[in-house]
DNA sequence: ACCGGGAGGTGGGACGTCGGATGTCCGGCG
DNA sequence: CGCCGGACATCCGACGTCCCACCTCCCGGT
């Protein structure tokens, strides 16, 4: 029973300043989330484009008739979903809407999972090896020598790094990327790439060596290209197949040796 | 416009009082953020699950030496993420880490589209589609005469509730998640529900009706009941294949009809 | 035994204040 | 005349304090 200090007088008094507050029952239901909200439908009223610069927290919070407190709250939490882009001093703009929530989210549950580090990385690739045989497939009937040209060039580039001991990761998201870029589809190489960022980043949380074997990686990508020179859609997406097979095979020896 | 002079005093006596310097502690860049990574790899030690307490706001505060409101906004953001789960009263907990913020971040973006809604929504249907066709072909050989049964019984009452004017596209849902439940990959049917609540909020707010012809929906899906049970592989995937054909086609006649 | 109300704890929200970061503008210097 | 740097205005970052809303639990009255 120590600390009854709390102690808060009733304020019997009751005749400090309050101005008059409305006595109207207008809950609004959690002010700091209506403001996300309102905020989104101002975006897209004013049909602001990502780059375009918002109203500041002084004037949303006298626009809205809220404190700056929970005006900065609702923009923290669109930040997290990257739909405004706060900077320190200068203002804040209307963000990319990328799909950084989702790496965010991903990384953290894969890393949360007790169990096995494993498994829940597996469902991740899993879901990437289905999404890439069913778009090798698409690309396979419609892409021009120029684009298999480019493509082999990042595999060529791939080899020299893989040489000098450089980091293969990178030019791996490129060919992935590059493979796609035909189909116009905007979406697709984002998704992929949070798949892909997600894998690494946990990776390099558990410590798991970056690639110990390029060559194999490289030569996989090789029959990617074959495949596809050749319009051999079928053995395309069998190529991509073993390419994840040894993805896959190469994360449980990580987790093994490591976890 | 409305250039009030807020006319706050310089206090030009810049490094007055300040008793001492911070010499160890280094700038920690965003007090903000900081605490976000903090609580994440807070719960990440403990080895927290999903529904498990966090220490209260207050607790937070003092053990990360910041102010309250910093604490809240790094939970705020936290929440925006699922990572969190905040109750009004009761307390902080461990979230689910679900593909919400993806859900909050696609339907966004979608609506900021400028140019067309058809084009950003066709991309999310895409990649359903792709997505939907490996994973047919992949539980193609494997369903049970059970899981079939249980796929017919939900066409079945797709169709008693598509003659009552009901909703359909709860169990259209339910169809597709019944359908790749045999995969053990729990992120399917989320990444999947994800981008059906999309297509349904953007549909809501663009005013589309939500089914004008749910017999052809049905029909569609018999066909695939019908071709897995046959063992048809590439007959199923081609009839996922008609499906979507069905449901872009249907979003580009509502986006006409409409926008 | 049941029920209602209050104490205490937790998040929700509002100000007010100060500090740091950034862009702009203007005046002095070369 | 040109340009370069510092004062200044404006923005976000953070802190502290206060009060309110919501929930749980316990305790005392019925």
Redesign the pocket.
Known sequence: ?S??R????M?QESG?R?PERPPERR??R?????IQREVMQLILDRKLRAGAP??????LMEDL?????????A??ALQALDIVD???????YVGEASLTPLVDGLTFRTLARPDGDTAALAEILQIREILEEGLVRRVAASLTDDELDALAAVVDRMEAAGRAGESVAELDRDFHELLYASLGNALIPQLLGAFWTVFLRVAGARGWTDAPTPELTIRRHRDIVAALRARDVEGAQQAMSHHFRGIEARAAQASRGVG
């Open positions: 029973m600390g009854e709390t102690m808060r007088r304020s400090s309050r809950p609004e959690r002010v700091s989330s209506q918002l109203p500041t927290e002084t004037e008739g809220v404190s700056r407190n929970s005006v900065r709250e923009l923290k706060i900077r320190h001093g200068y203002g804040t």
